[in-house]
């Protein structure tokens, strides 16, 4: 397993785990990022990425992208 950041663009992978407590990891599942979920990374940028997610585009900070592991 690794954490979603060091995923490169194009990339398609299978969320393993959602890291965190409380208020974040519910957030952080309420966009669709739960185990079993596939995710593509479509950019990166200073550490922040742009996902594609259940057919949606998520913008994400470095630190929640930490907690998502792949």
Excluded: C, W, Y
Excluded at 44 to 62: E, P
């Amino acid at each position: 397993m690794m954490p979603l950041v060091m995923a490169n663009a194009g990339e398609i992978h299978t969320i393993k785990n959602v890291g965190g407590e409380g208020k974040k990891r519910r957030f952080i599942e309420g966009l669709g990022f739960v185990p079993g979920a596939e995710v593509v990374v479509i950019s990166k940028n200073s550490g922040n990425l742009i996902v594609g997610i259940k057919g949606s585009r998520i913008a994400i900070d470095h630190q929640a992208a930490l907690k998502i592991m792949i």
